[in-house]
């Protein structure tokens, strides 16, 4: 039995490993083994020439993975979108986000504001910036070390205010899940699955990612919080 190798970011560690449960029958003979981590850390290994055979990432870190030559052009496959969502510790008030404004009060209001590293926590931080406040709640920010979740912070009252991927919000005992951030500054990240470079099995690894994109997959990524790319 050959085994193809996958490094992942951790917002999509659950659904992956469901899924590669749901391709054992699909491709038989190939054990599927994925390791999640943080995505920067996961894309700087690739980067580095660590050895997988599939690399699933969000979409602009397996851009800039393609373009460095890491993984096979015309290999990325759009698996999800994967959405931001706002969280605080159970038993604590529930602010209001249903509007940019509303958002807006809360962060400001909060005593501590905890949120992810990776693109979704770039792009949050660009707005802070645009609303002129990121100056002001810089001393109140609080990112969380790779591969730790936001609402493990949250938990464990480190931090007031979470903000990250819903699939990694899910299933976190000691938080309430407030919401998606209102749609006029949503955050939604597309993850994508490769064919990394130093790939041993590219036909099996190419037929994995089109088993995940079909429409037999569609309802383990919703229950996973996530939409079908």
């Not at 919000?169 to 994508?192: D, K, N, W």
């Amino acid at each position: 039995m050959s085994t193809l190798r996958l490094i992942s970011s951790m917002a999509t560690r659950s659904l992956l490993a469901d899924l590669a449960a749901l391709s054992m029958d699909r491709i038989p003979g190939v054990r599927i083994d994925i390791e999640s981590v943080g995505g920067v850390d996961a894309a700087r290994r690739v980067q580095a020439g660590e050895a997988f055979d599939g690399v699933v990432l969000a979409g602009e870190a397996i851009d800039a993975l393609i373009a460095g030559g890491r993984v096979l052009p015309g290999s990325r496959a759009d698996l999800v979108r994967s959405d931001v969502a706002v969280a605080v510790p159970a038993g604590t008030p529930v602010p209001d986000i249903s509007s940019e404004a509303a958002l807006k009060a809360a962060i400001v209001a909060a005593p501590s504001l905890g949120y992810s590293t990776g693109p979704s926590g770039v792009q949050l931080v660009r707005l802070f910036e645009t609303w002129g406040i990121a100056r002001d709640i810089a001393p109140r920010l609080v990112q969380a070390r790779p591969g730790v979740p936001v609402g493990a912070m949250l938990a464990r009252g480190e931090v007031a205010l979470g903000f990250q991927q819903r699939s990694e919000m899910l299933g976190i005992q000691g938080i309430t899940i407030v919401g998606s951030l209102p749609r006029a500054v949503e955050i939604i990240t597309t993850f994508c699955g490769s064919v990394a470079a130093t790939c041993g099995e590219v036909q099996a690894m190419r037929e994995l990612l089109a088993f995940w994109q079909s429409p037999a997959c569609d309802a383990l990524k919703r229950q996973h919080g996530m939409e079908p790319a």
